[in-house]
């Protein structure tokens, strides 16, 4: 028995929509203190609920074709939604303003351009106008304009989340500040996929075989629902936002060419000679949590210049550089015949670390072996 594809698209068009409105109620609705993250993240759910929805209502009914237009043009709005989520996700103290009015622009530009040759003329041209919809040279445009759009979007994407890793890397130590950038990084690489899949789908659509343009809807739908069902999972798990970085903070790059005045090297040497010798004395980096301000506080320097020291002069992230001193205590700590009853897990705790992996990964980094091999060489 072989089914039908138009029942298959409506099926997941459905369970897609009815599940993206479901967790788009429970985003607006629970309390948070990244608000502003949740209502971007309900709305882009619901432009695709929208978007895609033309599955299961086109065979019930039969909107008037001024309506039909606005739900297709709703789709301008789905690359800015994500990247001012993730604009949101990454800097705590981000809002929208003003200027943010700039990604209305697709979707103004797109009324625009239909509005003298579709929502001016009757009826009756608009439903001609929507016969030849494929056809017509101002949607050709308009999809030119949309694709374009769409990957600039996802460049810009891609580039911010990188400059959030590196920004983290300078100035945190704890695995859990990388949160936020894994799962940018997890939600950027399924919208990819997902939006290939859209791609095929509309090159599909200019072919004549409703059989490749229903096999390419259904690719594509799968895609969105694999999507939507791996965020809801991800609210389960993960039901936290760790914070995001403050806009003010800049890399260290960005410092340095800024004509910041760096002292000469004998002096940068001698700097970094004594922050080496205060951290191996107090032992500042037995805190899971120290970041670069914690330290520049302990050591009474102006944040900026403990940053280039490090990560500019050292060529060194702060992560790395926290993270040998505690490899360092760890080793010292396993070579001791005193702590030999201590477990691998207690001496990660006491060295600084907060979990395994990065524990491990850290100490196989700094010696080529995992702390059990190293242990069991110094035996």
Not at 112 to 137: G, H, K, S, T
Not at 288 to 307: F, G, M, W, Y
Request: with cysteine.
């Amino acid at each position: 028995m072989q089914i039908d594809s138009s029942l298959i698209i409506s099926a997941l068009t459905f369970i897609i929509v009815f599940v993206s409105l479901l967790f788009s109620i429970f985003l607006l609705t629970v309390k948070t203190t990244k608000r502003l993250s949740n209502v971007l993240m309900a709305c882009f759910l619901l432009v695709i609920a929208i978007d895609i929805s033309v599955y299961v209502y086109d065979d019930l009914v039969t909107l008037p074709p001024y309506i039909e237009m606005l739900r297709i043009r709703l789709s301008a709005f789905k690359s800015p939604l994500l990247f001012l989520y993730i604009l949101s996700v990454i800097y705590s103290d981000f809002k929208l303003r003003p200027i943010h009015l700039v990604h209305i622009m697709p979707f103004v530009i797109g009324i625009i351009v239909l509005f003298p040759i579709f929502f001016a003329v009757e009826i009756e041209e608009q439903l001609r106008f929507f016969e030849n919809y494929n056809r017509m040279p101002e949607i050709r445009f308009l999809n030119i304009v949309g694709s374009t759009l769409t990957v600039l979007y996802l460049i810009a994407d891609i580039y911010y989340i990188r400059k959030y890793k590196r920004v983290l890397l300078e100035n945190y130590t704890t695995g859990k500040a990388m949160f936020n950038y894994k799962w940018l990084s997890q939600l950027i690489i399924i919208i990819v996929l997902v939006s290939a899949l859209t791609f095929v789908k509309d090159i599909f659509r200019l072919t004549t075989s409703i059989e490749a343009i229903n096999f390419a809807r259904i690719l594509m739908l799968t895609g969105g629902l694999i999507f939507v069902c791996w965020l809801v999972l991800k609210a389960l798990y993960a039901p936290k936002h760790f914070r995001g970085i403050d806009s003010s903070v800049q890399l260290v790059k960005t410092m340095v060419g800024k004509n910041l005045q760096l002292p000469k090297k004998s002096k940068i040497d001698k700097q970094i000679d004594d922050i080496q010798a205060c951290i191996i004395l107090n032992e500042p980096f037995l805190d899971p949590a120290l970041t670069i301000q914690k330290l520049a506080n302990q050591l009474d320097i102006p944040v900026r210049d403990l940053s280039v020291l490090i990560n500019h002069h050292l060529n060194k992230h702060f992560f790395d550089f926290i993270n040998e001193f505690r490899i360092q205590k760890a080793k010292e700590i396993l070579k001791d015949p005193m702590s030999k009853d201590l477990t691998i897990l207690e001496v990660l705790f006491e060295v600084g670390f907060n979990s395994k992996t990065p524990f491990n990964t850290a100490f196989k980094k700094y010696t080529k072996m995992t702390p059990t091999q190293f242990r069991q060489s110094v035996k």
